[in-house]
């Protein structure tokens, strides 16, 4: 079965700076796709950037960007000039082609100190 | 107005009551899922659905049932609450690829 792993359950950064958050996964299958999801204390779970497993190039979305290591089953995140609102939980999920069931990690706390 | 609508955003109520969580969208997808999240779990897959005659269990289906009134309407029935059935209710929705999931708000359910 696919597993999802976000090793690091809390991160700090200082406002303007940058962070990376893990996340390592585990599949046989070649055909899937990734996504980390934010969650701020409003709740609702948004979606913050995805990557193609057929794709070599690193997604990028404004601040966030993607370092996809097909390989090493690595998809980690980096957010840029860290704001405020990036405060949240953030999700790393795994999701197999064709298949109905999204694979979320426990997720991981991220504190923007200003 | 958002794209996938929860209703009730919190509810509390006692053991052994029946409770309906809903959920409506706007997207015109197809597929519409039920998660539950607990703390330090993730989101976990309950119920889903491609359409009004396709009704599929997820991972942890026992103790709820699910109804697909509609393209845009699939609510979600816990028969007889209990204590553990305490979490964070997440309807969603999806296209075809890309997959990506449209989360509704959250319920917030608490039995006591």
């Known amino acids: 079965a696919q597993t999802v792993t976000q090793s690091q359950p809390e991160m700090s950064v200082q406002e303007a700076e940058t962070v990376t958050l893990s996340c390592t996964y585990d599949?046989?299958?070649?055909?899937?796709?990734l996504f980390w999801y934010k969650q701020p204390p409003s709740r609702q779970m948004i979606l913050v950037i995805r990557?193609?497993?057929?794709?070599?190039q690193n997604a990028t979305e404004n601040r966030f960007s993607v370092n996809f290591q097909k390989a090493a089953k690595s998809f980690s995140l980096k957010i840029s000039d860290s704001q405020l609102g990036d405060a949240a939980m953030y999700f790393c999920?795994?999701?197999?082609?064709?298949?109905?069931?999204?694979?979320f990690g426990k997720g991981m706390k991220l504190t923007v100190n200003p | 107005d958002a794209d996938v609508t929860q209703t009730p955003r919190n509810r509390i109520t006692k053991t052994g009551k029946r409770i309906m969580l809903e959920c409506s969208q706007t997207k015109g997808h197809d597929r519409m899922y039920w998660y539950r999240q607990d703390p330090g779990l993730g989101l976990r897959l309950i119920y889903y659905s491609f359409d009004v005659k396709d009704i599929n269990k997820g991972e942890i289906s026992d103790g709820y049932s699910v109804s697909r009134q509609a393209q845009a309407k699939f609510s979600l029935s816990l028969e007889s609450a209990i204590p553990n059935q305490t979490a964070l209710y997440f309807c969603a929705t999806s296209d075809f690829r890309p997959w990506e999931l449209f989360f509704g708000e959250g319920s917030r359910l608490t039995v006591l």
């Open positions: 999920a795994y999701r197999q082609g064709g298949s109905e069931k999204l694979v």
């Open positions: 599949t046989s299958e070649s055909d899937y796709y």
């Open positions: 990557q193609e497993a057929y794709k070599q």
